[in-house]
């Protein structure tokens, strides 16, 4: 479950030393529910070589880190590397840090400069004690991140910067951290790039640059699909309702599942006059539907039931509203459920908007619940997916393959991976 309190934001820039190379700078953004990973690896020279050297070490921070090592051990082991490679091989410069849920951030340093702290009253290089490890020196720092508390990363082609044109060893850390103080840039990062290039005389090196802050997360829960045991229906219901945030629900059986712990006692039937007839709801749903339904609604005939044990809770005014019918046969259906944000359609919708998310949005049809769901998700920061893992035959039907619609469970997987390419930290907690 996601319990970030706050969202670390990452702005970056990079550019290549000569246009049309690659950048020798990498740069990753790594989250999960314990923190963030930030990882600056700096390719010695430029062109490929240094590119793909820095890509192999952030392939390397990432693995280690994915298996548990802390951030001194992580740095241990590329140090111990890097120290080998400084006479020939794949050098690299690299900068980790590991920023908490509460804004605590954490850094380590080797070969790269020292960062800049911005907030409200001043800006300096970030104090730092230096250690020795494996032999190399190497610098640790600590911080506090905040909605008002910058933080600025770069490589050396920023404190490089006026190497040979009046700056003896370049611009340096103290120098950038000097030009934020007194010219306070609105474009904190453009401007800075800008006058790194100046001071070199526009032969700079390759440059990244990136500025970390947290604000307030903003968080949302979907519920998609049946459990996998209809004894933890309510209690999966729960971890969606007792969300203090944001809440989705992708799928007409969850919907039921979700409305009759809410104590829905209306009933629903899922007919369908098209190819998945013979898939039809076993159950004696716990909500009431306006309109026909859509063949689209065939991912929603699960295998096991999820019938009314008799007990029915009454709830006035809690029902599932069916939206009018949609005008074009590409349209899912959409819900309305009290305390819900946004119901829909489930894996039909999901698979519509797994190929539109990398589109432009201005695209979109406005009057489409897969329109909604991007909204909903891309103003998100932080997002917890309960995902079903109740078997459904109807996912089998030749329909589903010759449309080539996505079982539910995997096109959640590709969904959250083109979420987290956006910098969202994305839990699935199957269920």
């Not at 809440?247 to 599942?257: L, S, V, Y």
């Not at 359609?345 to 990398?358: A, D, F, H, S």
Request: proline residues 6%; negative net charge; charged residues 20%.
């Amino acid at each position: 479950m996601v319990r970030s309190n706050l969202h670390l934001e990452v702005e970056l820039l990079q550019m290549p030393k000569q246009a049309g190379t690659p950048c020798g700078d990498g740069f990753i953004c790594e989250r999960t529910t314990a923190g963030a990973l930030i990882a600056l690896c700096d390719g010695l020279g430029s062109g490929v070589q240094a590119h793909l050297a820095a890509q192999m070490a952030l392939t390397r921070i990432q693995t280690l880190h994915r298996h548990g090592r802390g951030l001194r051990d992580i740095m241990r082991s590329l140090v111990q590397t890097m120290e080998s490679y400084k006479s020939d091989g794949p050098y690299v410069a690299t900068l980790l840090g590991f920023v908490r849920p509460d804004g605590q951030a954490r850094l380590m340093t080797y070969e790269t400069p020292l960062p800049v702290l911005v907030t409200p009253k001043q800006t300096l290089v970030l104090p730092a004690r230096r250690k020795l490890l494996e032999g190399a020196e190497v610098f640790e720092m600590e911080c506090y991140l905040t909605g008002q508390t910058q933080l600025v990363l770069f490589s050396d082609g920023v404190s490089q910067a006026g190497l040979g044109h009046g700056y003896g060893m370049g611009w340096g850390s103290d120098g950038a951290a000097a030009f934020i103080q007194e010219q306070r840039p609105q474009r904190l990062l453009p401007d800075l790039y800008r006058q790194a290039v100046t001071l070199s005389h526009g032969r700079s090196d390759d440059i990244t640059l990136a500025s970390l802050h947290c604000r307030r997360a903003r968080s949302l829960t979907l519920m998609t699909g049946p459990p996998a045991r209809r004894e933890d229906d309510e209690r999966v219901a729960h971890l969606l309702l007792d969300s203090d945030h944001e809440k989705i629900i992708c799928g007409a059986t969850t919907a039921n599942i979700v409305a009759r712990t809410m104590g829905c006692v209306e009933k629903l039937g899922l007919a369908s006059s098209g190819p998945f007839s013979a898939c039809q709801h076993p159950a004696a749903s716990t909500i009431k539907k306006i309109s026909p339904a859509s063949p689209s609604l065939a991912d929603e005939k699960i295998a096991h039931s999820r019938a009314d044990d008799g007990a029915s809770r009454q709830s006035p005014g809690c029902e599932l509203d069916m939206q009018e019918t949609p005008a074009h046969m590409a349209t899912p259906p959409s819900y309305q459920l009290d305390g819900i944000d946004l119901v829909t359609e489930g894996t039909v919708t999901l698979n519509q908007l797994r190929n539109i998310l990398e589109l432009d949005r201005s695209r979109f049809d406005p009057k489409n619940p897969v329109t909604d769901l991007y909204d909903l998700l891309n103003q998100s920061d932080h997002i917890h997916i309960l995902l079903g893992t109740g078997r459904n035959p109807a996912n089998n039907h030749i329909s589903f393959s010759q449309q080539g619609i996505l079982p539910r469970d995997i096109v959640i997987d590709l969904i959250a991976d083109q979420l987290r390419q956006r910098g969202k930290l994305v839990v699935v907690e199957r269920v």
